[in-house]
């Protein structure tokens, strides 16, 4: 197929999935007039629109504003990049489209660059901004909030990077994605009649702004509209979207990650020294564990991260050389804005500060011994130079990054972004883009360095709390999303089933499970086995048939990895329901997130556990239908059996059922059956898992 051709005055970019067609009219205007799928032939745009749409020096410009000048076209084997040059006087803009031989989806970006003899500054940017509908009738449904909140229309800052639209009686919708990283997200869906628009957080705290001097050039990040039709759209999610997510999306290698891996934050929230982890360290290593991290509390001073001598009196070097030595990898934690107040790089560059409008140096809600530097300085030099030594000094194989770097997440509308002079940013506003792009440059170029170093970028760090998105996997190889400990366990099993939809589910890390806690055993080891196996927990307050148990179930994991990584794959469909329980944490309630440290009791209600009533789970099977599923009762729900239809498995095929919590055959079914009879199965536990693997044997 010839992916992008001429027609007459129509410029056309298709493949067998889709076609995007633009008008070029005489007076030189250029238009998106189709976005067809081609597999039901609808054209989903209802008239056409602006195509992008921004402010420059207050002028509020879209495609009409310019004239087209030519395209040109770029890519390789399976991929066509279409760039169209646009100018106005003054102005110039490229668009760029990009289509995949093997994805229904067209992703489209676009530059800026400043012509003019003077500055220019760009606010209010939207970079994809069309009039769409899926049905005459309107009968859309919009899914936004991960997927779990559906509505007529969507307004959307921070929180959400993909969006359905879907028509569930036409059995067809589109997936509308962005690109651009935490907080400075926005979706605006049918917000204003037909239009939808990807585009910068333009009222929320973090608001864009990029400043250009002439000749300059800004490039906007990506986003991409997925199309589908005859496919529910839980299986779109978990089909067409997770492929492209996963296969160009995603930095993370999955056969990099450790089967197992134990956190030593929680309980001991950063006071741990020599006694503490050579014993915790010799039990993981009994167990079974591929990984122990340390976690905050082993070094001293923020910003020069040497060793604490007066916890580790031999040296931090001989907790490592213990991991080491059982064959484990190491794990370590550290901050990349925070700096200690009386550390030597605080007093000799005072100039790299984060400032507040009052020109305060600032800090993040309880690190009151710190200060924030701006990344967006040239202190981002300096912190991955020195992040970069740590990591080959104690040969870490995970560095979590964290605490807070953009906005103060616990406290929303605070403080938001730096407002010091001389630094990269040239105003306040533009800071707050400007610090992720610097970010992202100290994870790549930290990455270049350490190519089999998993670097990890924190919900804190990212400034969106419980907060992942597109753009963090393709700069950071994890991401550890939410802090919580078990006796939240619903709740974070409602947020990794979630946040495990729109990212590769590999890709996040968690505080949600302690393995000394008494729901442990029965149901929160498996609830984050949905995701991987990374647990919290104090491993000395474990008996010895305790240790013996999860022994068995990591020597398990990881034969199962070895004959097909499981932790590759997230199915659901319609089968498996969202958690029923109450998110965990809502970056707009601060109560939810500090329990105590909100105040009196009457105010953390919400802080409180919420159980959930009704089984969930996930399919961790391939394409073939073979792997572990697992199913998930929650402490409150009363039904001891249920029976689920199993749609992953091949109708052609017999599959094998084991089940692995009773080490017995279930059994032997036709997967016809198992497609449209299901199979039942039985939880006694309240709350409780089963895990049951299919293998198919002809």
Known sequence: MNFCYFEKDVLVLENEHLRRSF????????????????KSGSNLISQPGPEFEFSANGDVLTADSFRYVGYRTAGDVGRKELIVELEAKGLCVSLHYEIYADHPLVRKWLTVTNRERKRTVLTDFAWEKLNLRVSEGREEEVWSYYFTRRGRMAVVNMDDCAIVVDDPKLRRGFILASEAPGCMKRFEIYWKGDAVSVMFNNNEE?????????????????????????????DVVDGPYRCFVEGHLTQMDPNALPSVIVNNWHPFLGKINREILLEQIDLAAEMGVDMYQCDFGWSTFFGEWSDNLERFPNGFGEIVERILSHGMKVGLWISLPAVDRESPVAKQHPEWLIRDKDGNPWHMKGWDRTYSMCLASDFKYYITDKID?????????????????????????????????????????????????AMFEIFQELKRRNPNCIMDLSFELYNVVDGTDLALTKFADTNWFTNQDSGMDTGVRRALCTRGRVVAPYTLNFGGCSLDHP????YGMFSVLTSHALFYGDLSKLSAEDREYYRKWFAWIKRQRAEDDFYRYYKVSDVF???DAADPQDRRDPRVQLGELAGPSTERQLHEQKEGRIWDGVAKVNDEGNGPIIFLRPGNCQVETQRFRIPW?????RYRVWD??????????????????????????????????FSSIG
């Not at 729901?519 to 029965?522: L, Q």
């Open 649 to 653: 498995v091949l109708s052609g095929r």
């Open 519 to 522: 729901t442990a055993r029965d």
């Open 389 to 437: 030594e740590v990591i080959k000094k104690y040969h870490v194989s995970l560095m979590k990054t964290d605490l807070s770097s953009v906005r103060n997440l616990y406290i929303p509308g605070e403080h938001a972004g730096c407002y010091a002079e001389g630094h990269h940013h040239r105003t306040h506003n533009a800071s707050h883009l400007m610090i992720y792009e």
């Open 206 to 234: 973090t608001i864009f702004e990029r400043i250009l001097d002439p000749g300059e050039t800004f490039k906007s990040p990506e986003s991409f509209i997925l199309v589908y039709s005859d496919m529910k759209w839980q």
């Open 660 to 693: 692995q919590n009773e080490e017995r055959l279930v059994g032997e079914f036709e997967g016809k059956v198992l497609q449209e009879a299901g199979i039942e199965v039985t939880i006694p536990k309240q709350p409780g898992a089963k895990v049951l693997v």
């Open 577 to 579: 329901p969202v958690p």
């Open 23 to 38: 008008r070029i009219g005489l007076d030189g205007r250029f238009r998106t007039i189709e976005l067809v799928d081609q």
